[in-house]
């Protein structure tokens, strides 16, 4: 918590300079598959050659390591609705994958009230706004979104391959995990540094899918879409194309900012997480200088946190019989809030996902409790393994 950060993470750059260097002090991949070519086709048509195509889209689940490298294969030109239920898929374990981690660090902070809490619950925010919008989408195109199903087990990589490398664990604050986990989940594209044999970024899939929706135009149904306000934000039906660039935009820009620089993401003193969780890292604001971009600006404090100790993999073995109980009340509820998500996209709508939201919240007593009972090794403290209870079937 104390150590200082990389010198070369912090030298003058230029956009392109920066995210290179950032992404490389994160730990993230910086190298992405270079584009294919796109066809439009007319207006709601597939695309021609499609159903060949996309004969091997039904075998393409969130789990699989190689469904989103497998989706971008598909030529821009063969992509239409069936390519676009399955990618809608995968973004949606996407986002669900990051709400986890993201949590664990904010609740590990002691004081709310603390510039670095302050900014991680704004994040929580915009990654449920997140889930909302690919959901949204999902259902406007007659999908059906699988969130319980789509759940992770941590640690283990991003849902579809996305970031290959990148280990996403559940861990209290440190710089490190903001690091290797916060930092790597948003890196930004490094256009300059492209290979077809790397994973694709998380922004580049998110490209290929308004791509696809440009390409298509795809009849929008708002049935079961879900208006809800989720933190600062509005979650609103999609019900053109324009809504649907404005929506994937949303999701870009809040997570890794614009193409063009770092102050496009800064507006109401919201930077995009990229920045925000590299504000943390560095303990410093970012501002420009007279020699570019550099996180110079006011003091970011650590804060005091609770030493929740990283998950192991398997989850937590041998607990206490209180600990248990503790972890099987948190899975539980967190299994309630992924069936209210399930059941708000199936019919529910507003209330059956304002009450899971509510369930959500009632998550922070039981994970602050776990939190705050150390470990047998004296290293670290408990804390929740966020594990999908499932129900047996009658």
């Known amino acids: 918590m104390g150590e200082e950060p990389d010198e070369s993470a912090v030298a003058p750059f230029k956009r392109r300079k920066f995210l290179a260097s950032a992404a490389l002090a994160a730990g993230a991949p910086t190298a992405v598959a270079g584009p294919a070519q796109a066809t439009a086709e007319p207006a709601g048509a597939e695309p021609a050659g499609a159903a060949a195509a996309e004969a091997g889209l039904a075998g393409l689940g969130t789990a699989g390591l190689g469904s989103v490298a497998q989706l971008m294969a598909v030529p821009e030109d063969s992509r239409g609705v069936a390519w676009l239920r399955s990618a809608l898929q995968v973004a ?10 993201y949590l664990c660090g904010w609740w590990s902070v002691r004081d709310h009230r603390s510039e670095v809490a302050r900014m991680l619950r704004r994040i929580v925010g915009d990654e449920m706004y997140h889930l909302g919008i690919v959901c949204n989408l999902l259902v406007a195109v007659g999908g059906r979104p699988q969130i319980k199903a789509a759940a992770p087990v941590y640690p283990g990589p991003l849902p579809g391959g996305v970031r290959a490398g990148v280990t996403v664990y559940l861990s209290g604050l440190t710089k490190p995990f903001v690091r290797d986990v916060m930092m790597a989940i948003e890196a930004p594209e490094v256009s300059l540094a492209r290979s077809v ?27 079961e879409q879900v208006t809800q306000h989720i933190d ?8 053109s194309l324009d809504d649907v660039e404005h929506a994937i935009e949303v999701i870009r820009e809040q997570g890794e900012g614009t193409d063009s620089s770092p102050t496009d993401s800064f507006s109401d003193d919201r930077p995009a997480h990229y920045y925000a ?6 303990g410093r ?13 006011p003091p970011v404090p650590f804060p005091e946190v609770r030493p929740m100790a990283p998950v192991p993999v398997g989850g937590w073995r041998n607990t206490p019989a209180h600990v248990g109980g503790l972890l099987f009340r948190f899975d539980a509820m967190y299994s309630t809030v992924l069936d209210s998500l399930d059941a708000a996209w199936a019919g529910g709508g507003h209330r059956t996902l304002s009450a899971g939201i509510r369930t959500m919240r009632g998550l922070a007593k039981p994970a602050v409790e776990l939190m705050e009972i150390g470990l047998p090794s004296g290293r670290g403290t408990y804390g929740p393994q966020f594990r999908a209870l499932r129900r047996p079937r009658r």
Do not use: K
Not at 197 to 223: I, K
Not at 232 to 239: C, F, H, I, N
Not at 277 to 282: C, D, N, V
């Open 197 to 223: 044999q790397a994973s694709p970024t998380v922004g580049q899939f998110y490209d290929g899918m308004l791509g696809a929706f440009r390409a298509v135009r795809p009849d929008l149904s708002t049935r």
């Open 277 to 282: 969780f590299g504000e943390i890292y560095h």
């Open 92 to 101: 949606v374990g996407l986002e669900l994958s990051t709400i986890p981690p």
């Open 285 to 297: 604001e970012l501002r420009e200088t007279d020699d570019g971009w550099r996180f110079v600006g």
């Open 232 to 239: 600062t934000d509005e979650l609103r039906p999609v019900r």
